[in-house]
């Protein structure tokens, strides 16, 4: 069994972390990234550069970066950046929206249902470039609770046959069964997982199980969600790639390779990063 990993590092992680990085060192990361092997890296966001700082420079990241083999995408909340979107050299637009009404209007300030007429206007300006929609906070909502996976199956039924339905445990409160049966449910292609609770990488098993066959986790396992109180960060890489190769999956990711970007990061940023592996070793050889 082989899983595509996608590095959600310079766009999910950075943008939620508290430094602001240089668009040449956000390149020189997905650079790092696609060395190591990583197969897919979500490069930027195309937002305004004073409401979220750590994206500014989203084009100049692109064009900066040394991608090598690695398929780069951007995250595109509305049509405007659509159309930054496509004036770069990117291969995969990704689109989000929450699965209930509190998150959209804190996070987006629109309703549900808004939220999700826009997504469905960006994949129908997608035309040929491959997309993924990722429908976030799918497995609860920091406002609402525990989700009904009734509505998820909804939603991503809306996009079925258009794009590539992913489904994020945004804060992280998802248990292995519970993951298992809305990926098999929604049919999903792809998990994301955080670790707030000690949960992510059991989750990201149960998704395989369940079929999925893409899995997002961030370098170091940066970033968190800004809208969620004491939300910790996504799995970590190179925590996954040990795991997933441990029990016979394989992500052609080279992981001592991989270990060296943590630690590279780590000295950039100043500070002991989330994940274990990159201070554990590889393993015993």
């Known amino acids: 069994m082989r899983v595509t990993?996608?590095?959600v590092g310079p766009r999910d992680g950075l943008q939620n972390e508290p430094e602001?990085?240089?668009?040449g060192v956000r390149a020189g990361l997905i650079g790092r990234l696609a060395a190591a092997g990583l197969p897919r890296i979500e490069a930027v966001s195309f937002v305004r550069d004073d409401r979220v700082p750590q994206m500014a420079g989203a084009e100049q990241v692109v064009a900066d970066a040394d991608r090598g083999g690695a398929e780069l995408s951007g995250l595109v909340l509305n049509e405007r950046g659509f159309e930054r979107f496509a004036a770069t050299t990117l291969d995969r637009v990704n689109v989000t929206f929450a699965a209930t009404e509190g998150f959209n209007r804190r996070n987006g300030n629109m309703s549900l249902a808004d939220a999700v007429a826009q997504a469905e206007s960006i994949v129908d300006m997608a035309g040929v470039w491959p997309r993924t929609v990722t429908i976030s906070a799918a497995f609860g909502c920091p406002f609402e609770g525990r989700v009904d996976p009734g509505i998820v199956a909804d939603l991503a039924a809306r996009f079925s046959?258009?794009?590539?339905i992913v489904l994020a445990d945004t804060i992280g409160v998802a248990t292995p069964s519970h993951v298992r049966a809305l990926v098999a449910q929604t049919g999903a292609a792809g998990f994301h997982g955080h670790n707030t609770r000690n949960t992510g990488y059991a989750n990201a098993l149960a998704a395989v199980e369940a079929g999925a066959r893409v899995l997002d986790a961030s370098v170091g396992g940066l970033g968190g969600?800004?809208?969620a109180p004491r939300a910790t960060g996504n799995v970590a890489t190179e925590d996954l790639v040990y795991l997933l190769e441990g029990e016979g999956v394989e992500?052609?990711?080279?992981?001592?390779?991989?270990?060296?970007?943590s630690l590279w990061l780590e000295g950039?940023?100043?500070r002991?990063?989330?994940?274990?592996?990159?201070?554990a070793g590889g393993g015993l050889g």
């Open 5 to 7: 990993l996608c590095d």
């Open 20 to 23: 602001t990085l240089a668009p």
């Open 161 to 164: 046959g258009r794009a590539e």
């Open 225 to 227: 969600c800004p809208y």
């Open 251 to 261: 992500t052609g990711i080279d992981l001592d390779a991989l270990v060296g970007v």
């Open 268 to 270: 950039l940023l100043g």
């Open 272 to 279: 002991r990063l989330e994940g274990y592996v990159y201070r």
